[in-house]
């Protein structure tokens, strides 16, 4: 039972390992989520500046209305309360990984992207939730629970045997049949445990009822990889269905910001409607680039609950990713 209670130990380190790897990528692309949408945010305000100025000029020239104006200023106004919450949510996001990571939390630092080149086909759901079933820490401390918890009612249940006490001593006898009329006469005495009180029977009646739960326990813990497997491989196709349009509209996008840069050196369009196209496709940037990193997420997610990386194949890893 001690051996088992080690192992379970073991596996319960390492359960904790996954979580905090599974933590720590987490917070890792949410960081360069924020980052993305922090460049977006700026030509958003930059766009919306420039705008207002342009209504400033308008209003001066009699051609819009003061409350027009005014709204142009709020937009400005709306646009600099989201940069700065940006900042904010990033100073905390940094700080919870650098608390993750157990280093200085004030720290400032600057992540490197990841460079990816994948295209491997999902495995079908089937041999995900094996894998996840076959791999399962939880699954496995369970078992291993399970395991203490039949010892203990062996343990029990041996308390109930007799405990048997070896007894005799020295007889003397007549019969001349025996060379030695001194011989030593042994006999076994039986002294039965639960004689001794209620205890064991109690104890007895308690490692079943442990047994039975631990059982229990067992299959909902299976039953629970099982329902959060499927979700999580639910999770990653819509994630990469949504990465999938994400990149159609980037590609998109980048072919209107050219068309813009052409329309702008050749002043058929003004500073306005040039920034408001750089402001579009940096949206379009930072959704694609959000929708990556909500897809590695879930795939590391997935990777956890089948213990290996299911899809390492095909896809390219730096020493600075890592």
Not at 8 to 29: N, P
Not at 272 to 300: D, P
């Amino acid at each position: 039972a001690r051996q088992k209670g080690e192992n379970i130990s073991s596996l319960t380190r390492d359960l904790t390992e996954k979580m905090i790897k599974l933590q720590t990528i987490g917070q890792y692309h949410y960081i360069l989520a924020l980052e993305s949408e922090k460049e977006y945010l700026k030509q958003e305000l930059e766009s919306a500046k420039e705008f207002n100025r342009s209504a400033k000029i308008a209003l001066e020239a009699e051609a819009i209305l003061p409350w027009e104006y005014e709204g142009t200023e709020q937009i400005v106004q709306m646009r600099e309360f989201a940069l700065k919450q940006n900042a904010r949510d990033l100073q905390s996001a940094k700080m919870s990984l650098m608390n993750n990571l157990d280093m200085y939390p004030l720290l400032d630092f600057q992540l490197e992207k990841p460079q990816y080149n994948e295209d491997v086909k999902m495995p079908t759901l089937e041999e995900t939730i094996y894998e996840a079933l076959k791999n399962s820490e939880l699954i496995l401390i369970r078992e291993g629970a399970e395991d203490i918890s039949k010892d203990v009612t062996k343990i029990a249940i041996s308390n109930f045997l007799p405990k048997i006490v070896l007894t005799g001593g020295y007889f003397n006898t007549s019969n001349a049949a025996l060379s030695d009329p001194d011989f030593f006469m042994g006999t076994l005495g039986g002294m039965f445990s639960i004689f001794n009180g209620f205890q064991n029977v109690y104890e007895y009646k308690k490692a079943r009822r442990n047994q039975e739960i631990a059982f229990i326990k067992r299959e909902e813990e299976i039953m629970k990889v099982i329902f959060e497997t499927v979700n999580a491989y639910n999770n990653l196709e819509s994630s990469k269905e949504e990465r999938d349009i994400a990149l159609k509209n980037f590609a998109v996008s980048t072919g209107r910001f050219n068309q813009k840069k052409l329309e702008k050196e050749t002043d058929s369009i003004d500073n306005w409607e040039y920034i408001q196209g750089v402001a579009e496709f940096e949206k379009a940037l930072s959704l694609k680039e959000k929708a990556e990193y909500k897809y590695r997420v879930s795939l590391a997610t997935l990777n956890m609950l089948t213990g290996k990386d299911i899809f390492a194949k095909g896809e390219k890893k730096d020493e600075k990713t890592k």
